[in-house]
């Protein structure tokens, strides 16, 4: 329940009251969406670390005393990792105070003490910390932490006797210390960065500055500014790690109360230095600027535990990673991680599809929100005060619902790669909303050219102040007032103009509104070209949508990462797209979409909790196929046809040299369970099992895409003697053929002709390729014998098919009945 739990952390952050276990209302409508989570969330210890809580949690005391073990510990291994960083932070001070007073200093008196200010004595504070509570815990083994290289190990005292709260106490106590430290810390980092630039022995010395670590003295190498930085994130963490030793102390040891007053001052003292960094919070850059907020929002950060929900802010410098926590009434914002923007390289690509297992999780949670919005509208009928507290349940309950998709459901994800060797990965909700972030982050990375340390304290605290998004983009929370549109969403994308390149090009279109149903669909991959058509139309189940979101992407020859060349959003009114087409020309960039759409309203049945699983194409009618695609062209069809044109039309005996079978064979697999799948596998493999597998395809399909039916017809067509007599027979029984056979059929019949055109070269005439594919595309019926016969009406059929002149072009979709609107 750990994520379930963060979610409703997230809710109580953007001033909404997570629904309470003593006021669960239909509590059957959720009792199954998070039973099993635990069996396929990992969890992570970033949801597990404190948030000052007013109680500690309720354990055994046996419990909580060895929890507590496990928690002083790691302080002691800490202190003395940090105190091995202090040491070799100040290394260097002696000799820059003796080099200060020579005739080529390299940092002035004044400087040295500036850089180095309060650092001893903070090693002096966490030195005599360090060595009193090692004498605490281990009485027998006292040990100078300045002659202490490895970790500590330590062997768990009894607990129950052992009191530390008065060291914690004294300790607390003597931060003062660190208020010296942080008022002066960007002072000290600006200097150190000036001295950088200007002179080679200071920046040789500040780059490689090394420490120990670990009991095998392992070497860790630190900049300068690195070690400057890590009193003020040691700062940060002292409150969080009195409150874990709190919270696992027993109520009634003897530190309790100690430790309960330390935490106390602790806070205060954090809280404090909070309010006194506000004023920083801009901080001004070398070369003149100040530190601004250019883009904030809510994303998913992956990591090895899990992802999480978080809020991410794009500074001026640098891109900062915030979990919204609350402390009491106040809300606040805990530092996750930060990223520089010099250099920052980004990598997008589409998630995966999950395991049918995590589908079938994901369906539940939608077909339960949409239980509880359907409750939430009956509630909502009635109109009486009475059943006010009941809507209010409802309606916190599917917040949380909503929130725990926004969190799982398979998305975009944007992979951020620093020169630190540090990297991120964000999923974000949409296409469109990762393109509008790539965007922004190339642009200000494109105009930053420093690193600059950032007070990361004073900045994750002004975050509550600075942020420009206040919640997460849960559309049940948002404003019904203006119209919105529930039941089937009609787009058939056409075709698009203006593209610099050649590319093979594929249109994503997104709806917003509940997340009852798939919002994110795409078109088929274009041939490659520089004016795509599609024809093609997907359909959206929506309720509450009122924004269309377009996102046109392009796919190179050279095979690197797809690239978005533009977007658009369009209003969507009910009014003027009701029950018709309305043919739409929109602007994404410098390219032009051309597309349909229709609105029909009606009542939306329950989302089906069953997996996504793809249909099989192959051994399946073609008529059946086409209608599962929306189009009069099956995409396997298409696809392979623009493939087999792009780099086989050279290719000698192309369609008559088979490919490898094992190739074959994976590509119909691919086509049956992953079309995006099947059409990466066909940029890669041998254009001669590309070939293959679309000779296939209608080889297995269960009735010929000439019916045996009009074999007969055909055949007596043949026996015409006069040619123009005998063509035009030909093509008015093409013409009664069913749509989705004769312009599949149509589409071909122009591929090969554009293949026989390149005889020269790949020696397929029209007459060897109608010898390949007649015997695949006509049948004859099951009473005749004569195969010879068989076989050359076959191939004569397609031959002159083939030879037609006035061969009709193919249609991709069905003609649609519009009104044209230039927008």
């Not at 909404?16 to 059957?28: F, H, N, Q, Y």
């Not at 798939?518 to 088929?524: A, S, Y």
């Not at 997996?611 to 062209?633: K, T, Y």
């Not at 149509?746 to 090969?752: A, D, G, K, N, W």
Request: hydrophobic residues 40%.
């Amino acid at each position: 329940m750990e994520l379930y739990m963060e979610a409703v952390e997230y809710l109580k952050g953007c001033g909404i009251s997570p629904v309470t276990e003593d006021e669960i209302v239909d509590s059957e409508l959720l009792q199954d969406v998070f039973t099993d989570e635990a069996e396929w969330v990992s969890q992570s210890p970033l949801q597990t670390e404190p948030f000052l809580p007013t109680t500690p949690t309720t354990e055994s005391p046996d419990d909580l005393l060895q929890k507590r073990t496990v928690v002083l510990k790691g302080v002691l291994i800490s202190e003395e990792i940090y105190l091995t960083e202090l040491e070799t932070l100040l290394t260097p001070m002696k000799a820059l105070k003796a080099a200060a007073g020579t005739s080529q200093p390299v940092l002035s008196t004044k400087q040295v003490q500036t850089v180095f200010y309060q650092i001893p004595e903070l090693r002096d504070l966490h030195k005599d910390f360090f060595t009193s509570l090692r004498a605490r815990l281990q009485p027998d083994e006292v040990i100078d932490p300045g002659a202490q290289q490895g970790l500590v190990t330590v062997e768990a005292p009894v607990m129950q006797l052992l009191s530390v709260g008065d060291l914690f106490l004294k300790f607390v106590n003597q931060l003062g210390v660190y208020r010296g430290f942080i008022d002066n810390y960007e002072n000290a980092v600006e200097i150190v960065q000036k001295c950088m630039q200007s002179d080679q022995r200071f920046r040789t010395l500040a780059e490689s500055m090394m420490s120990s670590k670990g009991s095998d003295n392992v070497k860790t190498k630190y900049t300068f500014e690195a070690l400057l930085y890590k009193p003020l994130d040691r700062v940060m963490k002292t409150t969080l790690v009195l409150h874990d030793l709190w919270k696992h102390t027993p109520p009634d040891h003897p530190d309790s109360i100690t430790l309960q007053e330390a935490l106390r001052l602790s806070s205060s003292f954090l809280s404090g230095v909070n309010e006194r960094s506000q004023c920083k919070r801009s901080v001004k850059l070398s070369r003149g600027e100040r530190r601004q907020l250019i883009r904030d929002g809510f994303v998913v950060d992956v990591c090895e535990n899990g992802h999480y929900l978080r809020h991410l802010f794009l500074y001026t410098d640098m891109m900062l990673c915030a979990r919204l926590t609350t402390a009491g009434r106040q809300a606040q914002y805990r530092f996750c991680w930060y990223l520089p923007l010099v250099g920052l390289k980004l990598l997008w690509a589409a998630e995966h599809l999950p395991s049918s297992e995590y589908q079938v999780k994901i369906s539940k949670t939608r077909a339960k929100m949409y239980q509880l919005n359907q409750a939430l509208q009956q509630h909502m009928k009635g109109g009486k005060v009475s059943v006010s507290r009941a809507v209010d349940r409802l309606r916190r309950k599917l917040e949380e619902c909503e929130i725990w998709l926004l969190t799982n459901t398979p998305s975009v994800t944007l992979d951020l790669h620093s020169t630190s060797g540090k990297s991120h990965t964000m999923r974000l909700f949409s296409l469109y909303d990762l393109n509008e972030w790539k965007e922004a982050i190339e642009k200000q990375s494109g105009n930053c050219i420093e690193m600059v340390p950032p007070d990361l304290l004073s900045v994750t605290s002004s975050c509550i102040k600075l942020r420009m998004t206040q919640q997460p983009p849960l559309h049940c929370v948002q404003s019904n007032e203006s119209a919105h549109i529930c039941g089937s969403l009609y787009v058939m994308v056409h075709s698009a103009c203006g593209l610099q390149n050649l590319s093979s090009a594929y249109m994503c279109v997104e709806v917003d509104g509940f997340e009852f149903y798939d919002r994110r669909k795409q078109t088929c991959l274009s041939a490659f070209c520089v004016t795509p058509q599609w024809e093609e139309e997907l359909v959206f189940q929506v309720d509450g949508a009122q924004q269309l979101f377009l996102v046109l992407v392009s796919q190179y020859e050279n095979g690197t990462q797809d690239e978005i060349v533009g977007r658009a959003v369009l209003n969507l009114d009910p009014d003027n797209m009701l029950k018709k087409w309305k043919k739409i020309t929109c602007s994404l960039g410098q390219v032009d979409v051309t597309l349909s759409i229709k609105y029909m309203p009606h009542p939306l049945e329950p989302p089906s909790t069953a997996p996504l699983v793809q249909e099989p194409v192959f051994c399946v009618p073609i008529g059946q196929v086409a209608m599962q695609e929306s189009v009069l062209v099956p995409h396997i069809v298409r696809s392979c046809v623009e493939e087999v044109e792009r780099r086989g039309l050279n290719e000698e005996g192309i369609y008559r040299v088979s490919g490898v079978s094992s190739e074959i064979q994976a590509l119909k697999h691919a086509f049956n369970t992953n079309y995006r799948e099947a059409v990466s596998k066909l940029r890669t493999v041998d254009v001669n099992a590309v070939s293959g597998t679309l000779k296939l395809y209608f080889r297995e399909l269960p009735l010929p895409l000439i019916p045996s039916e009009y074999f007969k017809e055909l055949a007596d067509a043949l026996d015409i003697a006069d040619p123009y007599l005998r063509a035009d027979s030909m093509l008015t029984l093409l013409q009664t053929l069913p749509d989705v056979n004769r312009n599949t059929l149509l589409f071909l019949l122009h591929h090969l002709r554009r293949v026989a055109e390149r005889k020269e070269e790949n020696k397929m005439s029209l007459s060897n390729l109608a010898t390949v594919f007649g015997p695949s595309l006509l049948r004859p019926p099951v009473a005749r014998v004569d195969i010879s016969q068989e076989v050359e009406v076959q191939v004569q059929v397609i031959f002159l098919y083939l030879q037609c002149q006035n061969l009709p072009e193919a249609l991709l979709a069905k003609h649609l009945d519009f009104n044209e609107i230039e927008t």
